[in-house]
């Protein structure tokens, strides 16, 4: 437990935190109590500070007893991620979307949005299937083929999962070139 004990003189506030007791003096009273934020080793709160507006983030394992002029946030899951996982994650004061690959365990610091609804799994590229994916940056489409556990960079995304079309000595393709509309055999 904790409490806040406000000097009504001075106004000053002093956090005092149990087991403990506390006589109070003439010239304090309580102005708030509560109970320690238990995290565990894969929980974390958001913590702003009402005079300043910075908001940091405290992990677990740790009991956090918060400071005189502090507002704790909910308390959150880290998202775990295996090996064939990854987040992509939007920093809202910069507009950088950073990719995270797992294995890995990942806190959502201040600021930061989760997005496409947060884990995915990578799309496996072998060779009965390939991926299709545009650069945001600049538009262009890309035929991703080389065997890999594919997983999107931020300036990607992915267009289509594409199946590996066999042909038979006695098959035939025709093949159009979208640009230039020619054929080929």
């Known amino acids: 437990h904790y409490m806040f004990v406000q000097n009504t003189l001075t106004g000053e506030v002093v956090a005092v935190h149990g087991p403990c007791l506390r006589f109070l003096n003439q010239d304090e009273k309580t102005i708030e109590r509560g109970q320690g934020v238990n995290l565990s080793d894969t929980q974390y709160v958001h913590v702003t500070d009402q005079k300043t507006g910075v908001i940091e983030i405290v992990r ?15 308390k959150q899951e ?9 987040v992509q994650i939007l920093n809202q004061k910069s507009g950088q979307v950073t990719t995270i690959r797992g294995e890995a365990l990942v806190f959502i610091e201040p600021y930061q949005k989760l997005i496409d609804g947060g884990r995915r799994s990578g799309i496996n590229i072998d060779s009965e299937q390939a991926v299709l994916v545009r650069d945001l940056a600049t538009g262009q489409l890309d035929l991703i083929r080389e065997p890999q556990l594919f997983i999107t960079q931020p300036n990607q995304q992915i267009v289509e999962i594409r199946k590996k079309v066999r042909l038979e000595n006695y098959h035939v393709a025709v093949i159009k070139n979208n640009q230039s509309g020619q054929l080929a055999f």
């Open 78 to 86: 880290a998202i775990s991620l295996q090996k064939h996982e990854y």
């Open 60 to 74: 677990g394992p740790t009991l956090y007893f918060p400071k005189p002029n502090h507002t704790v946030g909910s």
